[in-house]
């Protein structure tokens, strides 16, 4: 049929009119069904207007007719359709690195070894929570020494006796080093606490708060934290190297902070498996050690003399899991003779006393040539080694029939073992449990009532005859709360913080809304506070947290919800009431921070993610500090290349996770002078109504240390503070009376005098200005002319000062900006110097490296000031001087020069002025080539200026009024030549 096709050909079907008269017919028919109700359900036209069926459902929408285009049919809900909370993105272009998944997979971070449920100990948890109510039964100690003196290793053989785990004969656990870069170092790098309830000789249960620090000297800011919250200082010497500087920095440190102490001589098994020294040469080694001990605690003015019969001293080997004071050991005679005190006993295992065997007495000198052995020699190291000689030259049933002898019992299987876990597991048994060490501590070690005054008057600033005061004095746990927050340990993972301190009246309790006084609070400044809730409160095992409800005064804890505001330390108290409270002084340190990095991300758009990891470490290390250069680049500066690097990792990895650009490390510098200025130098303020006339000239010697040091203080009364001066340094009493401040900040190393004369100006002009003249001292000091680093050593005296005397026109906008000018040309005409810092370096090293380390240190300016052979040992300490700056590599250059033989630590000695004038512009540095000794101070100068983005000459017109140039022309044409640009 035509019909079914089109004028082209192409087939197009018959008419469909007919099946849309059927679809209206169907229609029509439908809808009458409706209207009379037939269908099912009986549904009525009111229903389905209204939408609702009678079981509550679906809604009936009118059916569109309109012609829908293909392009806009719908077969398939939209994504807000089926989503619609979420928020859609359409991207004309993938903004995402096909490196990152677009899902990114769940990332665990964890930087620490933590334990996943709380271990089964020797007590329970209940009864060291109950321990902490009694502060009289808890003992606070700090473990310090030199690196590798065995102190970890002490903690660790007090936590196997302890706790009850699977511990292995042959590994060394390290349990308070918790971080995985400890663990691969070998060295402990952050002070871990462990609290653990111990017996004593008596059997009596004490708890033991101990705290491990690292022994590197870099890491001496954790002593410093360790110390301050201590009741005593338990400090650990190794018996073959004997006192070490480390070791006498940690003893002069502990009478600092006044706490008694307490030696552990450790490696005693290295005297008889090592060096092989006799019994009476090993007593002589063991003596003269602690001679080495006395005669610098007596130099500090400490009262107590250290000797093993008055009790404060451990012989210890933690390698092979034994410790023993002469009370211990007295007792195994006693154990095994049951006739005579063992008290008594242990007085006379010391020192010149030799038994009269024939008449079975005691005396001060030996009964014949023959018997002449110390009581120490024949019962305490004799033993000693026949029992090693025994288990190292000794097998089967003959060593188990000798060891069961002496109460040591072993099985079958264990004489298998290698000789090392034999000894261990042998020795062990016999000296038993560490109640020997308990004892000492409790006995030697004042309990935190006994000591809270002496600790409260060292570290508390504020006035002591209040609530607050009277309380801390007395250990009160129903006064005011007092907490002393030393430091912030972070989780696991690296993201929060948590803060440890101690608390030292008042019971703190969770849910408690307490006051965060930070460092530079004070009554009168109330800015650096904030109110924060204590939402978690632990005791703090190293490995794993002990959750507690309350924390009474006395005892140590860790907790959370108060870390934002705290930077290095902080002082916790109650937010109602005890509003006259003041901070516990900032952590003092004994060493300082002279060494800088310049760092960058790789990633500029990451430097956000830098500045908030720069933060966390500035929590982190209580001795690093970060500073931005006027060029814009941030900078860390810490104690050594050790300190730096662990600082870089944690920066990297634990907070930052990016890739930084690491400069190379440069020495912080200081400015002096070493004369006095060559003209009263004079400025005017802006305004001209005001100007200020000052000189400056070098401090006597040892008064910048004795600043530092905190040996004289501004906050005492003036008369004081004139007394010191007069009787020390033979200043007059007018001079002594005339100290406005110190600068930069109140301990620092520069003094600023009135030296005016009350007859030729108004004294009463002069003190309304004093604060704004004083604030710009500190800005000059703080930031030197030379190239912005700290002035050191220098006196300003204040000649003359012309002040208005309308208030409006001598305010600080007009005074200070004047006092840092005048500062600055006063201290340009002193003949300005450079300082730098120089290490101090210890080196242990056998006889024949002594030359190698000559030549070593003679490539880098330095120089050796004592080679000492080591007492009983075939080693030499050698004691050197070493300028910081030429000292980056310095270690690594040693071990190839000596093949590993040589071992060195070095720390801050002294500031030493540079060689050289830095404003000599006669002085031509010619790139890749070094400097002549004359030259170094020009050319750390300008090495410095640009690299802070300053120009390379000192412009003197900066500083200088026109009035005072005119001046200089006239006393000296040639100044002017000396300081053009």
Same mark, same amino acid.
């Given at each position: 049929?035509?019909?079914?096709?089109?004028?082209?050909?192409?087939?197009?079907?018959?008419?469909?009119?007919?099946?849309?008269?059927?679809?209206?017919?169907?229609?029509?028919?439908?809808?009458?069904?409706?209207?009379?109700?037939?269908?099912?359900?009986?549904?009525?036209?009111?229903?389905?207007?209204?939408?609702?069926?009678?079981?509550?459902?679906?809604?009936?929408?009118?059916?569109?007719?309109?012609?829908?285009?293909?392009?806009?049919?719908?077969?398939?809900?939209?994504?807000?359709?089926?989503?619609?909370?979420?928020? %859609?993105?359409?991207? #004309? /272009?993938? +903004?995402?690195? !096909?490196?990152?998944?677009?899902? @990114?997979? *769940?990332?665990?971070?964890?930087?620490?070894?933590?334990?996943?449920?709380?271990?089964?100990?020797?007590?329970?948890?209940?009864?060291?929570?109950?321990?902490?109510?009694?502060?009289?039964?808890?003992?606070?100690?700090?473990?310090?020494?030199?690196?590798?003196?065995?102190?970890?290793?002490?903690?660790?053989?007090?936590?196997?006796?302890?706790?009850?785990?699977?511990?292995?004969?042959?590994?060394?656990?390290?349990?308070?080093?918790?971080?995985?870069?400890?663990?691969?170092?070998?060295?402990?790098?952050?002070?871990?606490?462990?609290?653990?309830?111990?017996?004593?000789?008596?059997?009596?249960?004490?708890?033991?708060?101990?705290?491990?620090?690292?022994?590197? %000297?870099?890491?001496? #800011? /954790?002593? +410093?934290?360790? !110390?301050?919250?201590?009741?005593? @200082?338990? *400090?650990?010497?190794?018996?073959?190297?004997?006192?070490?500087?480390?070791?006498?920095?940690?003893?002069?440190?502990?009478?600092?902070?006044?706490?008694?102490?307490?030696?552990?001589?450790?490696?005693?098994?290295?005297?008889?498996?090592?060096?092989?020294?006799?019994?009476?040469?090993?007593?002589?080694?063991?003596?003269?050690?602690?001679?080495?001990?006395?005669?610098?605690?007596?130099?500090?003015?400490?009262?107590?003399?250290?000797?093993?019969?008055?009790?404060?001293?451990?012989?210890?080997?933690?390698?092979?899991?034994?410790?023993?004071?002469?009370?211990?050991?007295?007792?195994?005679?006693?154990?095994?003779?049951?006739?005579?005190?063992?008290?008594?006993?242990?007085?006379?295992?010391?020192?010149?006393?030799?038994?009269?065997?024939?008449?079975?007495?005691?005396?001060?000198?030996?009964?014949?040539?023959?018997?002449?052995?110390?009581?120490?020699?024949?019962?305490?190291?004799?033993?000693?080694?026949?029992?090693?000689?025994?288990?190292?030259?000794?097998?089967?049933?003959?060593?188990?029939?000798?060891?069961?002898?002496?109460?040591?019992?072993?099985?079958?299987?264990?004489?298998?073992?290698?000789?090392?876990?034999?000894?261990?597991?042998?020795?062990?048994?016999?000296?038993?449990?560490?109640?020997?060490?308990?004892?000492?501590?409790?006995?030697?070690?004042?309990?935190?009532?006994?000591?809270?005054?002496?600790?409260?008057?060292?570290?508390?600033?504020?006035?002591?005859?209040?609530?607050?005061?009277?309380?801390?004095?007395?250990?009160?746990?129903?006064?005011?709360?007092?907490?002393?927050?030393?430091?912030?340990?972070?989780?696991?993972?690296?993201?929060?913080?948590?803060?440890?301190?101690?608390?030292?009246?008042?019971?703190?309790?969770?849910?408690?809304?307490?006051?965060?006084?930070?460092?530079?609070?004070?009554?009168?400044?109330?800015?650096?506070?904030?109110?924060?809730?204590?939402?978690?409160?632990?005791?703090?095992?190293?490995?794993?947290?002990?959750?507690?409800?309350?924390?009474?005064?006395?005892?140590?804890?860790?907790?959370?919800?108060?870390?934002?505001?705290?930077?290095?330390?902080?002082?916790?108290?109650?937010?109602?009431?005890?509003?006259?409270?003041?901070?516990?002084?900032?952590?003092?340190?004994?060493?300082?921070?002279?060494?800088?990095?310049?760092?960058?991300?790789?990633?500029?758009?990451?430097?956000?993610?830098?500045?908030?990891?720069?933060?966390?470490?500035?929590?982190?290390?209580?001795?690093?500090?970060?500073?931005?250069?006027?060029?814009?680049?941030?900078?860390?500066?810490?104690?050594?290349?050790?300190?730096?690097?662990?600082?870089?990792?944690?920066?990297?990895?634990?907070?930052?996770?990016?890739?930084?650009?690491?400069?190379?490390?440069?020495?912080?510098?200081?400015?002096?002078?070493?004369?006095?200025?060559?003209?009263?130098?004079?400025?005017?303020?802006?305004?001209?109504?005001?100007?200020?006339?000052?000189?400056?000239?070098?401090?006597?010697?040892?008064?910048?240390?004795?600043?530092?040091?905190?040996?004289?203080?501004?906050?005492?009364?003036?008369?004081?503070?004139?007394?010191?001066?007069?009787?020390?340094?033979?200043?007059?009493?007018?001079?002594?009376?005339?100290?406005?401040?110190?600068?930069?900040?109140?301990?620092?190393?520069?003094?600023?005098?009135?030296?005016?004369?009350?007859?030729?100006?108004?004294?009463?002009?002069?003190?309304?200005?004093?604060?704004?003249?004083?604030?710009?001292?500190?800005?000059?000091?703080?930031?030197?002319?030379?190239?912005?680093?700290?002035?050191?050593?220098?006196?300003?005296?204040?000649?003359?000062?012309?002040?208005?005397?309308?208030?409006?026109?001598?305010?600080?906008?007009?005074?200070?900006?004047?006092?840092?000018?005048?500062?600055?040309?006063?201290?340009?005409?002193?003949?300005?110097?450079?300082?730098?810092?120089?290490?101090?370096?210890?080196?242990?090293?056998?006889?024949?490296?002594?030359?190698?380390?000559?030549?070593?240190?003679?490539?880098?300016?330095?120089?050796?000031?004592?080679?000492?052979?080591?007492?009983?040992?075939?080693?030499?300490?050698?004691?050197?001087?070493?300028?910081?700056?030429?000292?980056?590599?310095?270690?690594?250059?040693?071990?190839?020069?000596?093949?590993?033989?040589?071992?060195?630590?070095?720390?801050?000695?002294?500031?030493?002025?540079?060689?050289?004038?830095?404003?000599?512009?006669?002085?031509?540095?010619?790139?890749?080539?070094?400097?002549?000794?004359?030259?170094?101070?020009?050319?750390?100068?300008?090495?410095?200026?640009?690299?802070?983005?300053?120009?390379?000459?000192?412009?003197?017109?900066?500083?200088?009024?026109?009035?005072?140039?005119?001046?200089?022309?006239?006393?000296?044409?040639?100044?002017?030549?000396?300081?053009?640009?």
């Amino acid at each position: 049929d035509e019909n079914l096709y089109d004028e082209f050909g192409n087939y197009i079907g018959p008419d469909l009119g007919d099946d849309d008269d059927n679809e209206e017919d169907s229609e029509d028919e439908l809808q009458d069904e409706w209207d009379d109700g037939k269908m099912e359900g009986d549904v009525k036209e009111d229903d389905i207007k209204e939408g609702i069926f009678e079981d509550g459902g679906m809604e009936v929408e009118e059916t569109s007719r309109a012609v829908v285009l293909h392009e806009d049919k719908v077969y398939f809900p939209s994504s807000s359709e089926v989503y619609p909370e979420a928020e %859609v993105l359409v991207e #004309d /272009e993938d +903004t995402q690195p !096909l490196e990152t998944p677009i899902i @990114a997979p *769940v990332k665990h971070k964890q930087f620490s070894h933590v334990e996943k449920t709380l271990p089964q100990t020797t007590f329970d948890f209940k009864y060291l929570a109950g321990l902490m109510d009694h502060p009289h039964l808890v003992r606070n100690i700090a473990l310090i020494g030199n690196l590798h003196h065995g102190k970890t290793k002490l903690v660790d053989l007090l936590v196997k006796e302890t706790h009850l785990i699977d511990w292995s004969l042959t590994k060394n656990d390290r349990y308070t080093d918790t971080r995985f870069d400890e663990q691969k170092r070998n060295i402990s790098i952050k002070s871990m606490p462990m609290s653990l309830v111990m017996q004593n000789l008596k059997g009596k249960s004490y708890l033991l708060n101990v705290m491990d620090t690292p022994g590197h %000297v870099n890491f001496s #800011d /954790e002593q +410093t934290a360790a !110390l301050r919250i201590a009741d005593g @200082a338990v *400090v650990v010497v190794d018996a073959v190297e004997g006192v070490m500087a480390q070791t006498a920095r940690g003893l002069r440190h502990a009478v600092e902070e006044q706490v008694p102490i307490c030696i552990v001589i450790n490696k005693m098994d290295r005297l008889v498996l090592e060096l092989k020294l006799p019994p009476t040469d090993a007593y002589h080694k063991i003596h003269h050690t602690l001679e080495e001990v006395n005669k610098i605690l007596d130099k500090c003015g400490y009262p107590k003399r250290i000797s093993p019969e008055l009790g404060n001293v451990c012989f210890a080997s933690a390698e092979y899991g034994w410790l023993f004071t002469l009370d211990s050991f007295s007792n195994i005679y006693a154990d095994y003779h049951g006739s005579f005190s063992a008290k008594d006993f242990a007085k006379r295992l010391w020192g010149n006393i030799f038994l009269h065997k024939k008449k079975r007495v005691f005396r001060p000198k030996p009964e014949n040539s023959k018997n002449n052995k110390r009581t120490f020699t024949e019962f305490v190291l004799e033993p000693l080694y026949k029992i090693h000689s025994y288990i190292l030259g000794s097998e089967g049933k003959q060593l188990k029939s000798m060891l069961g002898d002496v109460g040591i019992q072993v099985k079958n299987e264990d004489l298998l073992m290698d000789p090392k876990p034999l000894l261990k597991l042998a020795l062990t048994q016999f000296f038993g449990t560490s109640a020997g060490f308990v004892s000492m501590c409790v006995e030697q070690f004042p309990s935190p009532i006994e000591g809270a005054r002496a600790k409260v008057r060292h570290t508390y600033t504020g006035e002591l005859q209040i609530d607050a005061g009277r309380a801390m004095l007395t250990c009160d746990k129903k006064g005011p709360l007092m907490v002393n927050i030393v430091k912030l340990y972070s989780r696991p993972d690296g993201e929060k913080f948590d803060a440890f301190g101690r608390v030292l009246s008042g019971t703190v309790k969770v849910g408690s809304r307490v006051r965060v006084l930070g460092e530079s609070y004070s009554l009168e400044d109330e800015e650096d506070m904030t109110v924060s809730e204590i939402t978690k409160i632990w005791v703090f095992e190293s490995r794993y947290r002990v959750e507690v409800n309350r924390v009474i005064a006395g005892n140590w804890a860790l907790f959370e919800g108060i870390d934002l505001s705290i930077n290095k330390t902080a002082t916790i108290c109650d937010e109602k009431g005890n509003q006259d409270a003041c901070i516990f002084r900032p952590l003092r340190f004994n060493l300082v921070s002279c060494i800088k990095v310049a760092i960058e991300p790789i990633n500029p758009s990451e430097l956000p993610k830098m500045l908030e990891a720069l933060r966390k470490v500035n929590k982190s290390y209580p001795l690093v500090s970060t500073k931005v250069e006027d060029s814009g680049e941030h900078t860390i500066i810490g104690t050594g290349e050790l300190y730096l690097d662990c600082v870089l990792h944690d920066l990297r990895r634990m907070y930052g996770e990016l890739e930084i650009r690491v400069a190379d490390p440069v020495a912080t510098f200081c400015e002096t002078v070493i004369e006095t200025s060559s003209l009263k130098c004079f400025a005017e303020t802006p305004n001209k109504k005001n100007m200020l006339t000052m000189i400056a000239e070098p401090l006597d010697e040892g008064i910048a240390r004795d600043i530092e040091n905190e040996t004289v203080r501004l906050g005492w009364d003036e008369k004081r503070v004139a007394d010191f001066f007069q009787s020390k340094y033979n200043w007059d009493i007018l001079a002594a009376r005339s100290i406005w401040a110190f600068g930069p900040d109140s301990t620092g190393p520069n003094v600023l005098m009135d030296d005016t004369i009350a007859s030729e100006m108004d004294k009463t002009l002069l003190s309304s200005v004093k604060q704004s003249v004083v604030q710009g001292f500190q800005w000059g000091t703080r930031e030197g002319p030379l190239c912005n680093e700290p002035i050191r050593n220098v006196k300003f005296k204040l000649l003359d000062a012309s002040i208005a005397k309308e208030a409006i026109y001598r305010g600080g906008g007009q005074i200070i900006p004047t006092a840092r000018r005048v500062a600055y040309s006063a201290f340009l005409l002193a003949t300005p110097r450079l300082m730098e810092p120089i290490h101090f370096v210890e080196i242990q090293c056998p006889a024949d490296c002594v030359a190698a380390i000559h030549n070593v240190l003679a490539r880098r300016r330095g120089h050796v000031n004592a080679s000492v052979p080591k007492a009983g040992t075939p080693l030499y300490t050698v004691h050197a001087s070493l300028p910081v700056i030429d000292s980056f590599g310095f270690e690594t250059d040693l071990r190839s020069h000596t093949e590993g033989k040589a071992f060195a630590q070095s720390f801050f000695d002294h500031w030493d002025i540079v060689p050289g004038d830095p404003l000599d512009k006669n002085i031509v540095l010619k790139p890749l080539e070094p400097s002549p000794l004359e030259a170094l101070a020009r050319e750390f100068m300008v090495k410095t200026r640009r690299r802070k983005g300053l120009r390379e000459n000192v412009s003197i017109n900066r500083f200088f009024d026109d009035h005072m140039l005119l001046e200089l022309a006239k006393q000296d044409a040639d100044l002017q030549n000396y300081f053009q640009e």
